[in-house]
């Protein structure tokens, strides 16, 4: 699926995908208001926080909910981009400005898109967005 030029594009990292498909996440209602704002807009996922939400998704609310995630995933207009040998070379570079031991390579990867994309806006829960100046929706 090809990214749109004309929406505002905004970032979805594997807490939210989780928080949306997993009734018990503590995150669950926020993240379903969350959602409900962003009819309009290019949603984009790196190919790391897709693969980290199906894991967690079938950990938590078992194999068929993270089936039938992939499935809705494929068919929506949501983009997921294979985090090539570029993006995972700028997501060491990210990872090497974190102070903290507690950051994950995703996160890093993630973010590496977002500088290299322009995009500002993530709809994540990770306080680590915030304070490497990205907006988290709902919460920043």
Known sequence: MAISTEKRK????????????YAKDANHDAAAGVIESL?????????????E???VISQKAGRTTAVKFI???NESPTVVLDASFNFRRRGEEVFRRQTSKN???????N???MED??????????????????????ID
């Open 53 to 55: 939400a199906v894991t």
């Open 71 to 73: 499935h809705d995933t």
């Open 111 to 113: 973010m590496a898109i």
């Open 117 to 138: 994309w322009g995009i500002k806006e993530i709809f994540s829960f990770d306080k680590i967005y915030r304070k490497n100046g990205f907006k988290r929706l709902g």
């Open 39 to 51: 009819l309009d807009t290019q949603l984009v996922a790196s190919s790391y926080a897709y693969g």
């Open 103 to 109: 950051v994950s390579f995703t996160d890093c990867i």
């Open 10 to 21: 905004v970032l979805v990292d594997a807490d939210a995908f989780v928080a949306l498909v």
